[in-house]
T-cell receptor, first 112, second 112 residues
Framework: KAGVTQTPRYLIKTRGQQVTLSCSPI?????VSWYQQTPGQGLQFLFE???????NKGNFPGRFSGRQFSNSRSEMNVSTLELGDSALYLC???????????FGEGSRLTVL | QQQVKQSPQSLIVQKGGISIINCAYE??????FPWYQQFPGKGPALLIA?????SEKKEGRFTISFNKSAKQFSLHIMDSQPGDSATYFC???????????FGTGTSLTVIP
C-alpha cells in the first residue's frame, strides 16, 4: 500500500509569491491534515479536511488555505509569501475521523 | 502558547542505556497521547500511544508512563541503540479529533 505522497519535495520562492503544495493520502483514508514544521517550534497544526470539509483550523493567518477533493487528495496554498513561511510542510492522512496520523515526507519551502 | 511542553531539547545516551523524554500538558480534554519518531528527511511515524485510562503502556523497548493527576507523560527507551537516534515528538489530541498538539521535539543521539 503506497504511503502519503507529497509534491513537490523541495521548492524555492521569493517574498510576495504564492505556492501550492499537493498531498495524496493513503488509499481509503478520508482525513488529511497539514502541519508546519520549523526548528524549535515543532509541528504546528494548520488545518484538517475530512470528506472535502474543513473540520479544524489552526492559528495561522488567512494567507494559508487548503482544500480537499472528492478523491481525498488535498492541496494547501500560501499566498503573499513571507520569509517566516520557510518551513517543512507535512501532510498526514488518517483512516477515520480520529486516530493514527500517517505522515508524508514533506515539502520543504524556502522563501528568499 | 505551547499546549504540550517537551523536555529535554536534546539527549545523548550511551548504547544500552535508558533514554527518558518528558512531556506536560494543561488541557484536561486531551485524551490521546501518541509519540512520534522522525528520522532526517522523513516524516514522523507513530511509535507508541496511550489513552488516560491506563498509567503505562509497553511495546518492546518503548514504554509510555502516564500521570493523569500531574498531567505529565513520558517516553522511556530501554536498552537504547544507535538506530534509535532520531527526533522524538510527543503529542496530544481530544476525543474524536485529528487536530494534534505537538511538543517541540527531542533530538536523541545514542553513542555506540
Amino acid at each position: 500500500k503506497a504511503g502519503v505522497t507529497q509534491t513537490p519535495r523541495y521548492l524555492i520562492k521569493t517574498r510576495g509569491q504564492q505556492v501550492t503544495l499537493s498531498c495524496s493520502p493513503i488509499s481509503g483514508h478520508r482525513s488529511v491534515s497539514w502541519y508546519q514544521q520549523t526548528p524549535g517550534q515543532g509541528l504546528q497544526f494548520l488545518f484538517e479536511y475530512f470528506s472535502e470539509t474543513q473540520r479544524n483550523k489552526g492559528n495561522f493567518p488567512g494567507r494559508f488555505s487548503g482544500r480537499q477533493f472528492s478523491n481525498s487528495r488535498s492541496e494547501m496554498n500560501v499566498s503573499t509569501l513571507e520569509l517566516g513561511d520557510s518551513a517543512l510542510y507535512l501532510c498526514a492522512s488518517s483512516f477515520g475521523a480520529a486516530g493514527e496520523l500517517f505522515f508524508g515526507e514533506g515539502s520543504r519551502l524556502t522563501v528568499l | 502558547q505551547q499546549q504540550v511542553k517537551q523536555s529535554p531539547q536534546s539527549l545523548i545516551v550511551q548504547k544500552g542505556g535508558i533514554s527518558i523524554i518528558n512531556c506536560a500538558y494543561e488541557n484536561t480534554a486531551f485524551d490521546y497521547f501518541p509519540w512520534y519518531q522522525q528520522f532526517p528527511g522523513k516524516g514522523p511515524a507513530l511509535l507508541i500511544a496511550i489513552r488516560p485510562d491506563v498509567s503505562e503502556k509497553k511495546e518492546g523497548r518503548f514504554t509510555i508512563s502516564f500521570n493523569k493527576s500531574a498531567k505529565q507523560f513520558s517516553l522511556h527507551i530501554m536498552d537504547s541503540q544507535p538506530g534509535d537516534s532520531a527526533t522524538y515528538f510527543c503529542a496530544a489530541s481530544t476525543v474524536g479529533g485529528n487536530q494534534f498538539y505537538f511538543g517541540t521535539g527531542t533530538s536523541l543521539t545514542v553513542i555506540p
